[in-house]
């Protein structure tokens, strides 16, 4: 039994071995990829609810890998928090998404995803106003994604750079709105200007009764904080027309579009509005 049990600790330091230098690899290749061309950045439309009319469009990070093709942001966001480099990674998304927003309709604004770990650093704020004034953006045209889990860490802190951003016209919203544990008090720590409403809730609404009736209760109580509503992951015209008679403001998702490249932006915003 104690050769055998040695015999599967060494398994598993190779096992450890192997993924350790696995992840190195990748942290190096993600280092690589910041100084190349090999990060891009899709857009997604949000629209609104009633009109399907286009609003805005979400930033999401795309790495294309040299040999191992698309990797998706789930697989390596993690990794960039762990060592740090999610801070010149979302810099340099914000600076992207910002340099094509500048080119839309005034009326169409640019979401983008900041990483808790990009609040750790006192500078932010600055930061993110010294982007909008290179690239030319107007604050009112820009809304930052945080999720709850940017007032877990040093919440004075996190508190103080969001009411900077807030402050310089920034729009905040609160991403994937009810999956945390806690999503209600940081309604309360925080005068956000949006919620968006976990896509798991959306997906579920046609069959099951008790998501319709968590939907429903979220858009109550934005409505009575003046918060703005999006719905996250509309794939289908039931969940649209459900949404739409819970008086939802705006919807996202593979119904009104994909995440695609910042050329198809502008062909889709060249396109006659749905009726
Ligand atoms: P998220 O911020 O919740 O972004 C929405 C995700 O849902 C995107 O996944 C999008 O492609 C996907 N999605 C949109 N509509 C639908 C739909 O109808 N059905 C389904 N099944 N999925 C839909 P993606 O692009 O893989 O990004 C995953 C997550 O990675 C994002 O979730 C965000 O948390 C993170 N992320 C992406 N880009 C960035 C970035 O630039 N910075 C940071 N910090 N995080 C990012
Ligand atoms: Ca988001
Ligand atoms: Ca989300
Ligand atoms: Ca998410």
């Known amino acids: 039994a104690k050769a055998d049990g040695r015999g599967t600790y060494r ?16 942290e190096r290749d993600l280092q690589q990829a910041l100084l190349g061309e090999q990060l891009t950045v899709h857009f997604q439309p949000l629209g609104d609810c009633t009109t399907q009319q286009i609003v805005g ?22 990794m960039a928090e762990e060592t740090g480099l999610i801070v010149p990674l979302g810099e340099w998304v914000l600076r992207e998404a910002c340099r094509e927003a500048v080119r839309w309709p005034s009326s169409i604004r640019v979401a983008v995803n900041l ?5 750790r650093h006192a500078d932010l704020a600055e930061r993110v106003i010294g982007i909008l004034k290179d690239t030319g953006l107007p604050p009112e045209r820009l809304e930052l994604e ?23 016209g920034i729009r905040i919203s609160l991403d994937d709105f009810g999956t945390g544990y806690s999503s209600l008090s940081y309604l309360q720590s925080f005068p956000f200007d949006k919620i968006k409403i976990d896509r798991s809730f959306i997906g579920n609404m046609p069959t099951n009764e008790d998501s319709r009736a968590i939907v429903r209760a979220i858009i109550a109580l934005a409505r009575s904080l003046r918060i703005t509503v999006t719905a ?3 794939e289908t015209e039931e969940q649209l027309r459900l949404l739409r008679s819970e008086s939802c403001n705006q919807v996202q998702g593979y119904l009104l579009g994909r995440p695609a490249p910042a050329d198809d932006v502008s062909a889709r915003l060249a396109e006659p509005a749905p009726e």
């Open 232 to 234: 996250e992951g509309v």
């Open 146 to 168: 945080v999720t709850e889990g940017v007032l877990i860490d040093d919440s004075a802190r996190a508190l103080s750079t969001l009411k900077a951003l807030k402050d310089a």
């Open 115 to 119: 990483s808790p770990v990009q609040f």
């Open 11 to 26: 398994f598993f330091e190779a096992e450890m071995d192997a993924r350790l230098q696995e992840r190195r690899r990748l």
């Open 57 to 78: 469009f979400e930033a999401l990070v795309r790495w294309n890998h040299p040999e191992r093709g698309l990797v998706a942001p789930s697989d390596f966001i993690p």
